[in-house]
């Protein structure tokens, strides 16, 4: 069978292999990786038997090998994205089949307190949760916390997940209540650690809880206890009067501006008023219309007819001859 193996055609002899795994996990830059075996599908047509594979293409990530069962092992130490090709080898039958492998930085956590503090009274009500925020450079991240030695811390997050890409928010909120009633008298500390899958070191958030005896007052929660006011005192005035040298000099007199001058326009001379007397009036002449205007007219209205004296009486001769 293996004689046979260079008598089929090379397009005949890649339909029986096949990765049956061709995606890849995303490694995580500076944190170890281990995929594998890859597994390898057979169409039937070659007889059951060890596949081998090697590397014929492109490169690793630096610090990553591929063996011959196809177990892919290794550190990363650069981030990126890395193509290459596998053959895949049997007996009778060989193919090439095309992987990449997503190195991505490894995921870092933030957290809003690196510190927290609280106080109660023994037998009373437990001190008020507080809330702490946490943020990180992968949107949708899952994380973890846990405290180690403090079954009285209680931990609330909110989604337990960073906000997926496109939120509103940049970070869950976790809640942190405290549990008092079991405890005796005293200061308890624990450190709260905050972390993710293949990320960097954890988050660390010192919390601290004091416990005090009861009737030692106020916890920070509950009121204080009623006091009786003191009697009131008739305060008694007081004047200091400072020293020459100390007290503040007069303020200075206001300065009355001048007032400008606005320079007046001399008024306009008077024209003098001459009085109307019958000495001017103007007596206007009577006008005679010629012949040819006699006619009566709209304006001027009929004309005058002019008067005819009558003729004087002959004179008497003086003296006494008779004619």
Not at 50 to 55: S, V
Not at 251 to 266: E, R
């Amino acid at each position: 069978m293996a004689a046979s193996l260079g008598l089929l055609p090379e397009r005949l002899r890649a339909m029986d292999l096949r990765l049956s795994n061709p995606s890849l996990p995303v490694a995580r830059a500076g944190f170890p990786y281990q995929q594998g075996p890859l597994l390898v599908e057979s169409s039937g047509r070659c007889p059951v038997g060890a596949t081998g594979m090697r590397l014929v293409n492109g490169s690793l990530p630096e610090g990553m090998t591929l063996d011959a069962a196809g177990y892919l092992r290794g550190t990363p130490r650069e981030p990126g994205t890395y193509g290459f090709a596998v053959e895949l080898r049997t007996a009778c039958s060989r193919a090439v089949e095309q992987l990449v492998l997503q190195v991505g930085m490894a995921p870092m956590l933030r957290v809003s307190a690196m510190e927290l503090s609280f106080s109660s009274e023994r037998g009373g009500r437990p001190p008020e949760p507080q809330r702490m925020m946490v943020s990180g450079s992968q949107p949708g991240l899952q994380y973890q916390m846990s405290a180690e030695g403090a079954p009285w811390l209680e931990i609330r997050p909110r989604r337990g997940a960073l906000p997926p890409p496109g939120a509103a928010l940049e970070s869950d909120a976790v809640d942190l209540f405290v549990h008092p009633e079991k405890l005796d008298s005293g200061e308890y500390h624990t450190t709260l650690l905050t972390y993710a899958w293949g990320g960097t070191a954890p988050a660390a958030t010192r919390v601290h809880l004091t416990v005090k005896p009861a009737g030692t007052g106020w916890d920070g929660v509950r009121t204080m206890p009623m006091m009786t006011a003191p009697a009131p005192v008739t305060p008694i005035p007081i004047v200091i009067v400072p020293p020459a040298s100390l007290q503040p000099p007069p303020p200075p007199k206001p300065v009355a501006k001048p007032k400008p001058v606005v320079a007046q326009k001399p008024p306009a001379p008077k024209r003098p008023v001459v009085p109307i007397t019958r000495s001017r009036i103007v007596t206007v002449p009577k006008v005679t219309l010629p012949e040819a205007s006699k006619a009566p007219s709209k304006l001027l209205g009929p004309p005058e007819v002019p008067k005819v004296e009558p003729p004087a009486p002959p004179k008497k001769s003086e003296g006494g001859g008779g004619h």
